[in-house]
Nanobody, 126 residues
Framework: QVQLVESGGGLVQAGGSLRLSCVASGRTFNRGAMGWFRQAPGNEREFVAAISWSGTITYYADSVKGRFTISRDTAKNAVYLQMNSLKPEDTAVYYC???????????????????WGQGTQVTVSS
């Protein structure tokens, strides 16, 4: 089992920045890809960004390209999401997710991820 804990959410004005962190514990040598998803009230969970185990492959939702950057530190079992130029429509609960053992290639659908964090709230005021 892998446990994921997110941090770094909060309230920020439009145009501001936040950096989310996700630290994995438990069976962390699974070499799985990791991703970030978000869910706003009344909406389905949507893909934000994903990164391969090696960190060489990254995917982004069109809505965040050029503003968000995903990165990971395998030595620290951590993945990060740097969010710049935030907009009110970025307001949501952000979830960290990890794929299963040896599933190193990132995916953009939630069903491809086996482990999930509890989520961290990001609120962007206008």
């Amino acid at each position: 089992q892998v446990q994921l804990v997110e941090s770094g959410g909060g309230l920020v004005q439009a145009g501001g920045s936040l950096r989310l962190s996700c630290v994995a514990s438990g069976r962390t040598f699974n070499r799985g890809a990791m991703g970030w998803f978000r869910q706003a009230p009344g909406n389905e969970r949507e893909f934000v960004a994903a990164i391969s185990w090696s960190g060489t492959i990254t995917y982004y939702a069109d809505s965040v390209k050029g503003r968000f950057t995903i990165s990971r530190d395998t030595a620290k079992n951590a993945v990060y999401l740097q969010m710049n130029s935030l907009k009110p429509e970025d307001t949501a609960v952000y979830y960290c997710a990890a794929r299963g053992p040896l599933q190193a290639v990132p995916r953009t659908t939630a069903g491809e991820y086996d482990y999930w964090g509890q989520g961290t709230q990001v609120t962007v005021s206008s």
